[in-house]
């Protein structure tokens, strides 16, 4: 398993920052807005196996981190959803990362 999806805090490294660059993807935190930059430590949460995540997997920041993790990465992507509706901006293009 790559490092980048290594699923216990860890810091990123400018190359993992740099190929998120490349490919246009936000690379940072699903629950506050911070971006990742070399050095900062960050966790993969692996959501794609757990029923009703529509969010898929996604990166946290330590701060954001804990054993609930999961369940407010869950909450977080609803509340995003029902804010695009709203605003009338949801849509297959609507969620870039
Ligand atoms: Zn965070």
Not at 3 to 11: D, T
Not at 24 to 46: I, M, N, Q, S, T
Not at 58 to 76: A, H, Q, S, T, Y
Request: hydrophobic share 35%.
């Amino acid at each position: 398993m790559s490092l980048l999806l290594k699923q216990s805090l860890h810091p990123t490294n400018q190359k993992e920052v740099d190929a998120f660059k490349r490919l246009k993807k936000r690379f940072g935190c699903a629950l506050c807005d911070k971006v990742f930059e070399d050095g900062d430590l960050f966790r993969f949460v692996y959501a794609n196996g757990t029923a009703n995540a529509h969010c898929g997997n996604f990166f946290v920041c330590d701060k954001c981190d804990g054993p609930d993790v999961l369940e407010r990465g869950i909450e977080n992507y609803k509340l995003a959803v029902a804010g695009a509706k709203r605003w009338n901006i949801y849509g297959p293009d609507w969620m870039k990362y």
